[in-house]
């Protein structure tokens, strides 16, 4: 068949300015995001603008990196790639079918790497819209029953809401890799029959609430373990869900969320708006420890953005609102002082105060729980990734020690990243004692 030079794709390219072997790069980053392993380089781009069509699932990774680079959406067409070479649930439908729906869709093809969902910009922007459905709307779906006349019962609806805390422990101490398939299982082949099912509502309601709290978490796990197109349609769902049951604290921290996903991507200003619509969406009814993780989110989004004021004024009514807080910890959104330290260090980074930045990261190490190995360890990679940027490289291969010993049983891609640079890192001082304990000791975590 005669293949045409792609002009479409030569145009973007341009724009963005990057050179071919940028644009693969960026390719590879987005499949990385979706747990893919790809090494496209920059003979792959010259075969796609000579008119190759790229194997699913390039095309979308492909218009993602673009859409990324340029800031704005790119379509499929507008790169002049062929739609019919995407899988469905890189299309828009799976926005459209109901929550129940799509989490049986995501549970079935969640692990398919032929069906990787890089992040979508539109969804980002789509949720900062005037969203709210009406009180008791529900999904849009005329219930059905689980079996021929089946309705749900109490006792069923509080076993699903033991799950909440159940899943939730297992991440905090295991990392999201070790249960977010169990939870995408359970989601889909108890969660969205349940969803279906007949019942008064006040429990139809209970059911929703519940299987927006299991939903969130769900994304917080794929967030965990690298899976971001996974994790930020979770997260869409579960902010469909809590909109059903009329729940604001719930949409706030669907919002927060994707916010701190949008972060993490280094989309400084989407994750701004995400997290001011957090606190917006929360409208007072929100309990002053998720306020306080609402304001902690906003204030490292403002920071990240460059408003260093807002970001200071956020952190101040962070602690306001935690100060007021009750000594508890909720199973799904958990925030405390360590959490609050954490983003204060993160905010003093964006801002360059390193002093402020060291001191709060090693603040919120003292006060963080044993029961959160995964976050400690993070934390520790945060702290010793400055340490060695502001030239204390025994300081820092010292932190990473601790990052070694906090890290063991978690089963994190983010942990995974943190060791992948470690080793980056200390294999310059190949030879000083220290680096090479540290570099003997990933080799046997990995070959144990």
Do not use: I
Not at 19 to 33: P, S, Y
Not at 34 to 57: E, I, K
Not at 250 to 277: K, N, Y
């Amino acid at each position: 068949m005669d293949r045409h030079p792609n002009h479409f794709l030569r145009r973007l390219l341009a724009e963005t300015g990057w050179t071919g072997d940028r644009l693969a790069r960026a390719v590879n980053q987005v499949g990385t995001e979706c747990g893919l392993s790809l090494n496209y380089q920059r003979w792959s781009v010259s075969q796609w603008l000579a008119g190759t069509q790229p194997r699913p699932p390039a095309p979308a990774l492909l218009v993602e990196a673009l859409s990324r680079g340029l800031g704005r959406t790119v379509s499929l067409a507008e790169a002049g790639l062929d739609d019919r070479t995407v899988s469905p649930l890189l299309s828009p439908t799976d926005r459209q079918e109901g929550p129940e729906g799509r989490l049986v869709s995501l549970a079935r093809y969640g692990g398919d790497p032929e069906l990787a969902l890089p992040c979508d910009l539109s969804v980002w922007t789509a949720v900062l819209g005037d969203r709210r459905r009406a009180p008791g709307a529900g999904s849009g779906t005329e219930p059905t029953p689980l079996r021929a006349g089946e309705r749900l019962s109490p006792p069923r609806v509080e076993a699903s809401g033991a799950m909440v805390q159940v899943f939730s422990a297992a991440d905090h101490v295991h990392g999201g890799g070790q249960a977010r398939t169990a939870l995408a299982v359970y989601l889909a082949e108890t969660t969205a029959p349940m969803l279906r099912a007949p019942g008064p509502p006040w429990l139809r309601r209970r059911v929703l609430l519940t299987a927006a709290q299991l939903t969130y978490l769900c994304g917080f796990m794929h967030f965990d373990d690298d899976l971001q197109g996974l994790a930020q349609r979770y997260y869409l769902t579960s902010l469909e869900l809590a909109e059903a049951a009329d729940d604001p604290v719930g949409q706030s921290l669907a919002l927060r969320g994707l916010s701190v996903q949008a972060h993490a991507l280094h989309r400084p200003g989407r994750a701004r708006d995400l997290a001011r619509a957090a606190v917006e969406r929360s409208s007072g009814q929100a309990a002053p420890t998720l306020r306080a993780s609402l304001l902690g989110q906003l204030a490292v989004a403002e920071a990240a953005g460059g408003n260093h004021s807002a970001a200071a004024d956020a952190l101040h009514r962070a602690e306001q609102a935690l100060a007021a807080a009750p000594d508890e910890c909720s199973a799904v959104g958990a925030y405390h002082l360590a959490s609050l330290d954490h983003q204060r260090g993160v905010t003093a980074v964006h801002a360059e105060d390193w002093p402020t930045a060291v001191a709060a990261l090693r603040g919120s190490l003292r006060r963080r729980p044993p029961t959160e190995p995964r976050s400690r360890a993070l934390v520790q990679a945060r702290l010793a990734r400055l340490q060695y940027r502001l030239g204390h490289a025994e300081a820092a291969m010292a932190t990473w020690e601790e990052f070694l010993d906090s890290s063991g049983r978690v089963l994190s891609r983010r942990v995974e990243r943190e060791t992948e640079e470690l080793v980056r890192v200390v294999r310059r001082h190949r030879g000083r004692p220290l680096a090479d304990r540290l570099l003997q000791r990933v080799d046997r975590r990995r070959t144990g």
